[in-house]
């Protein structure tokens, strides 16, 4: 299994356990010019979630959300902005959350306001 696939089972177990939790998910895979969001949702009317997912079949190198760096963390908050101005969401508040997924038990760490 390649990484792109892993990614994908990744998202899917994270947006399963979002949904299980009452999120309602908006998008999946947003693309903007600087680059993309996993999983947009909204947790309650209020307040938009940018959802960033880093899968890893072991922590050798690393707890996956070490991969979310300041670089990748400018990027998907532009991207955030060019969502948030597409559709028209300037009033409502956001939120950046980081989801790791381990898949070789399946086990999931949702960080909440990550950054």
Excluded at 47 to 60: A, G, L
Excluded at 71 to 88: L, S, V
């Amino acid at each position: 299994m390649n990484n792109v696939e892993k990614g994908k089972i990744g998202e899917d177990i994270a947006t399963k356990f979002l949904e299980n939790g009452g999120a309602i998910i908006k998008e999946r895979n947003f693309r903007g010019r600087f680059g993309e969001i996993d999983i947009i949702s909204f947790f309650n009317t209020t307040e938009i979630v940018f959802i960033e997912v880093k899968s890893r079949s072991t922590c050798k190198y690393g707890f996956p959300a070490e991969a979310v760096d300041k670089t990748k963390q400018n990027k998907i908050k532009k991207t955030a902005q060019e969502y948030i101005m597409k559709n028209n969401l300037q009033e409502i508040s956001i939120r950046f959350d980081v989801i790791e997924v381990y898949m070789s038990d399946k086990k999931i760490r949702h960080i909440v306001n990550a950054f």
